[in-house]
């Protein structure tokens, strides 16, 4: 079994391929976020590097988000497109466990934090467990500054990872117990993607394409200009 992994959730766009055998390509770039023009070449770099055909991928996997709207539209709909041409089922994934999976085995609490602009963040918190993490809290919409009182509250030790807890890095900096996890895992991993997407499908977790269900949180930004223009 094939997996192909396309994530187009925050400033960085990747994709990966793999399988039983793990990881055997994968392709990421911030630069310019321009993830239109990237992506499909990404792809064929993938499916080129793995030496793969295709018509040879069974599943597609993709970032659900949260994430910023005109990167995950861009990320879905080719996703979506794929899986229609190749007539294969698909599996989607919170962006947010995605960045959380890198550091699964911390015996901290994991608190994904990804920018949401407008001064906000998307955030959901998880625990280590056998084979990766668990999710403990819904993902949520939320300030820097209620984030950082939630996580002064808890008592616990902390470990955050995410754009968002780098970009607010000072706000979180004088927090107890509170630490930040390397820049490199800054963004969710398309390898990570087909990591988690494996396990999925080995257990038949699939969707058709026209099941698929993005998790934006929050209205796309335009929208929201439009109702503060006509209020």
Same mark, same amino acid.
């Given at each position: ?61 993709? &970032? #659900?988000?949260?994430? +910023? ?9 080719? !996703?979506?497109?794929? *899986?229609?041409? @190749? ?82 890095? &000072? #706000?979180?900096?004088? +927090? ?9 895992? !800054?963004?969710?991993? *398309?390898?990570? @993607? ?38």
């Amino acid at each position: 079994m094939l997996i192909l992994g396309i994530e187009s959730a925050t400033a960085q766009v990747g994709c990966a391929v793999g399988g039983h055998e793990g990881v055997l390509a994968s392709c990421h770039t911030s630069k310019g976020r321009r993830h239109a023009e990237n992506l499909a070449p990404q792809i064929d770099f993938v499916r080129r590097q793995a030496r793969i055909e295709l018509e040879e991928i069974s599943v597609v996997a993709i &970032d #659900l988000g949260p994430g +910023l709207f005109t990167g995950l539209r861009v990320g879905i709909a080719t !996703a979506m497109a794929m *899986a229609h041409a @190749l007539n294969v089922p698909m599996i989607g994934v919170s962006s947010l466990d995605l960045v959380a999976f890198p550091v699964r085995f911390t015996s901290r609490l994991i608190v994904a934090v990804l920018d949401a602009r407008r001064g906000e963040v998307f955030s959901a918190c998880y625990r280590h467990v056998p084979g990766g993490v668990q999710r403990i809290t819904e993902p949520q919409v939320i300030t820097p500054e209620d984030l950082a009182g939630e996580l002064q509250a808890t008592g616990e030790d902390v470990l955050l990872v995410g754009d968002g807890a780098l970009r607010y890095a &000072d #706000l979180f900096a004088d +927090l107890k117990g509170v630490d930040m996890a390397d820049h490199g895992l !800054a963004h969710p991993s *398309a390898s990570s @993607l087909v990591q988690l997407a494996h396990a999925q499908a080995l257990r038949e977790e699939w969707v058709q394409p026209w099941e698929l269900q993005p998790m934006y949180l929050r209205k796309p930004d335009a929208e929201i200009n439009w109702i503060r223009r006509d209020s």
